[in-house]
């Protein structure tokens, strides 16, 4: 089983807002990602998580707020976004980070419309 | 810094024929290689890898790709394309250092004609 689960798929709030999304791994892994990806462009890496600990924020708004409760969970908190913010976010999971544990299985996105 | 290079932006192919989509990377070391295929509004979907070994790796979907180091290329082939197999497709490297972050190419978007 190489699923990881993402909700919600659809996602629409005001710039005013607070919404989070949530993503699941029971696959054991210990890495999560969060991507961002525009229409037509690849998936630009936000933050990684490493046995449960921020290892990797790509300079990303403070208005993006990841958090990792537990190994198999990862959020992403959001407020304040601007329309520019609207995308799909992609979730992904590996083993790990390093070399041949990092082959990354991603979960279908949340699609996000910022108003 | 490790790139990857996807030159066809587009490519249409008729069903039942076959289909080779390019890629090259730019890494100075042995370099982990992964091709993924995305459908509209969809997560990526991961079809095969390449990390050592048999140059020639097999995939899901009956996709395969051939790792060639003299050219630093990791092309992608399928010989007889279904209308399903219309999606973008995207290659990708993990540079090992520097974090281990996937590197993504822009991506192909294959269309099939009927």
């Known amino acids: 089983d190489t699923e990881v689960t993402q909700t919600p798929k659809h996602l629409v709030m005001g710039m005013t807002n607070k919404k989070s999304l949530k993503c699941e791994q029971h696959m054991g892994h210990r890495a999560m990602y969060w991507y961002k990806q525009k229409a037509k462009k690849p998936p630009e890496l936000m933050f990684v998580?490493?046995?449960?600990?921020?290892?990797i924020n790509e300079s990303v708004p403070s208005r993006f707020s990841p958090e990792c409760p537990n190994s198999s969970l990862l959020n992403l908190h959001l407020h304040a976004l601007q329309p520019e913010d609207s995308a799909l976010y992609l979730c992904a999971s590996s083993q790990g980070t390093g070399g041949a544990w990092n082959i990354q299985y991603f979960g279908a996105g949340t699609r996000l419309s910022v108003l | 810094a490790q790139s990857v290079t996807q030159p066809d932006i587009h490519i249409t192919v008729s069903e039942g024929a076959s289909l080779e989509l390019r890629c090259n990377y730019s890494?100075?070391?042995?370099?982990?290689l992964f091709w993924y295929v995305q459908s509209p509004g969809q997560g990526l979907q991961l079809l095969l890898k390449?990390?050592?070994?048999?140059?020639l790796v097999q995939g899901i979907k009956g996709f395969e790709a051939e790792f060639k180091r003299s050219q630093s290329s990791f092309n992608l082939r399928k010989p007889s394309v279904h209308w399903s197999d219309a999606a973008e497709y995207f290659c990708a490297v993990v540079a090992t250092g520097g974090g281990n972050k996937l590197t993504f190419g822009t991506g192909t978007q294959l269309k099939v004609e009927l």
């Open positions: 998580y490493s046995y449960e600990k921020l290892s």
């Open positions: 890494y100075g070391a042995t370099p982990y």
């Open positions: 390449y990390f050592s070994g048999d140059t």
